[in-house]
């Protein structure tokens, strides 16, 4: 059981340029999230799924497109790179209990992106 | 949302215990409490979460006032590997019950 795991670990990325983000969880959770974190601040919701086919903004969408086919995988993608989306991002997953109560989110390694 | 407030920092002592604190004035009844923490580097990791009664665990214990407008997370006995952002947060059992909202948390330094 690998939990979260995301691809790459590290990218510096052009400005203009873009690439996707991968997020896989191996733990059949319906819920799934991508978070930002600037350098000293707390993580900020990109974007979040609450299953296949279902995907929504969070605080901090613009710049960023999501997508979700499956039930494992939560890609994130970036187009145009500019500066301010150097960052480290975090993919998250969970499930919900019956009555709607969220349960744990477990997160992944962290992919460390510099736009230069 | 209901918004938490926390110290920026602390420092302990290996071996002590650490009481961190929380305050979440605006905490709705259907809010729980959730901690997280942030070692260096890495993703956050769960720790405990309760709604009204303390909760204890393997990790720590969670100390909820009784008008539950503040909390306290406990760590018997810290150790070096425990040094970490702590985050407090509050997540609600209905609505918009997925989201978790970080805030800077509480940088926790442990002394040898």
């Known amino acids: ?116 | 949302d209901a918004k938490t407030t926390q110290p920026n920092s602390m420092e302990s002592n290996e071996e002590e215990p650490v009481h961190l604190p929380c305050n979440h004035s605006t905490i709705s009844g259907t809010d729980y409490i959730h901690w997280y923490r942030q070692l260096p580097s890495q993703g956050p990791e769960y720790v405990i979460h309760g709604l009204t009664s303390n909760v204890n665990n393997r990790m720590a214990s969670l100390a909820i006032a009784e008008d539950r407008k503040s909390s306290t997370l406990i760590l018997h006995r810290a150790t070096l590997r425990d040094a970490a952002v702590y985050y407090c947060i509050l997540s609600s059992s209905g609505g918009s019950n997925y989201k978790l909202t970080f805030g800077k948390g509480t940088l926790l330094t442990v002394n040898p």
């Open chain 1, 1 to 116: 059981n690998a939990g979260v795991t995301q691809t790459p670990k590290f990218r510096i990325l052009k400005i203009g340029q873009s690439m996707t983000l991968q997020c896989a969880q191996d733990m059949n959770h319906n819920y799934m999230y991508w978070y930002r974190q600037d350098p000293g601040m707390g993580l900020k919701l990109i974007y979040y799924s609450v299953g296949a086919g279902i995907t929504d903004k969070g605080e901090v969408p613009n710049g960023y497109n999501v997508s979700r086919s499956t039930t494992e995988d939560f890609p994130l993608r970036l187009e145009l790179a500019a500066p301010s989306q150097t960052s480290v991002y975090f993919c998250a997953s969970s499930t919900t209990r019956t009555g709607g109560y969220q349960e744990t989110q477990y997160f992944g390694p962290g992919t460390r992106l510099l736009v230069l």
